[in-house]
């Protein structure tokens, strides 16, 4: 299994920015997956789809975050980052990279179509 690794995490005030990354360990990630993703789990909530993106760069975000968060990609589909501006108490989770094999332009997977996570970096706003 591909394993993926996250960086970026950390602490800010409200309406600051944080940029996350995911990068897979030894591996190509173009050669196992087709649609990477970044969910996040707060306490005592579950884990949430927050935006993913699919081989074709098509992306889709949730309603929350949509307008202030970006998913990108290297353009070579190595390393994958999440650009969150603008953060609210509320984005306060940790947040995880997944990768799927499934090809699903526009949609955002839930957890269960998803092969291989990340350790997942906390994400903490305060107000």
């Known amino acids: 299994q591909v394993q993926l690794v996250e960086s970026g995490g950390g602490s800010v005030q409200t309406g600051g920015s944080l940029t996350l990354s995911c990068a897979a360990s030894g591996y190509t990630l173009s050669n196992y997956y087709m649609y990477m993703a970044w969910f996040r789990q707060a306490p005592g909530k579950e884990r949430e789809g927050v935006a993913a993106?699919?081989?074709?760069?098509?992306?889709v975000y949730a309603d929350s975050v949509k307008g202030r968060f970006t998913i990108s990609q290297d353009n070579a589909w190595n390393t994958f980052y999440l650009q969150m501006n603008s953060l609210k108490p509320e984005d306060s989770a940790m947040y995880y990279c997944?990768?799927?094999?499934?090809?699903?332009?526009?949609?955002?997977?839930?957890?269960?179509?998803?092969?291989?996570w990340g350790q997942g970096t906390q994400v903490t706003v305060s107000s």
């Open positions: 997944a990768a799927s094999r499934v090809h699903c332009s526009g949609v955002l997977l839930p957890q269960y179509f998803v092969h291989s």
């Open positions: 993106i699919d081989f074709d760069d098509s992306t």
